[in-house]
């Protein structure tokens, strides 16, 4: 009787798994779409770029259809925050 009870249980999981998941790859589509960055952060050596605005040449040069939006000095480094236009 439980091994019948314990089958039928298996077979009616079995059963809804692939409604579950064609839902769930919708999702995770519809989550991708959702995750396309408009924002991105781009660090800069201070070796290459002595100056912030030197960094943002270089920055907006390496990432065509981006904006800097924001520069932050780091101690080796220049943090650079970029939109897209």
Not at 4 to 25: G, M, R
Not at 37 to 54: D, E, H, M, N
Request: net charge positive; proline share 4%; aromatic share 4%.
């Amino acid at each position: 009787m439980i091994k019948q009870l314990f089958t039928a249980a298996i077979l009616a999981c079995i059963s809804l798994t692939p409604a579950y998941s064609v839902k769930a790859s919708n999702d995770a589509i519809a989550g991708i779409n959702a995750m396309i960055p408009s924002q991105r952060t781009v660090a800069i050596s201070k070796i290459s770029a002595k100056s912030a605005s030197q960094a943002i040449l270089l920055a907006e040069r390496k990432n065509p259809g981006w904006k800097v939006v924001n520069v932050k000095e780091h101690s080796q480094h220049w943090g650079i925050t970029m939109k897209q236009k």
